[in-house]
Nanobody, 118 residues
Framework: QVQLVESGGGLVQPGGSLRLSCAASGSIAGINSMGWYRQAPGKQRELVATIHSGGSRNYADSVKDRFTISRDNAKNTVYLQMNSLEPEDTAVYYC????????????WGQGTQVTVSS
């Protein structure tokens, strides 16, 4: 079994910054893709950013040049640095991790609320 623990959400004013973290623990033989998704009220969950084991990154157009995804493989942790936050970034943010343990599994974090408001 694998657990994902997210942290770093909160309330921030427009133009501010937040850093999200997601740490994976448990029976992990390897990790491939790690990523962040978000879901705003009344909307579908959407991809924010992903980072693969080789380091390649992918971002949603709406967050390019503002958000940066990174990972610490020694800690099985993925980060999302969010700068120049806008009210439209308000959502619950979920991390998603592809873990190898006897076979490949996909795990989701519990979600962390990010609210951008003055």
């Amino acid at each position: 079994q694998v657990q994902l623990v997210e942290s770093g959400g909160g309330l921030v004013q427009p133009g501010g910054s937040l850093r999200l973290s997601c740490a994976a623990s448990g029976s992990i033989a390897g990790i491939n893709s790690m990523g962040w998704y978000r879901q705003a009220p009344g909307k579908q969950r959407e991809l924010v950013a992903t980072i693969h084991s080789g380091g390649s990154r992918n971002y949603a157009d709406s967050v390019k040049d503002r958000f940066t995804i990174s990972r610490d493989n020694a800690k099985n942790t993925v980060y999302l640095q969010m700068n120049s936050l806008e009210p439209e970034d308000t959502a619950v943010y979920y991390c998603k991790v592809d873990v190898y343990s006897t076979r490949w599994w996909t795990y989701w974090g519990q979600g962390t609320q990010v609210t951008v408001s003055s």
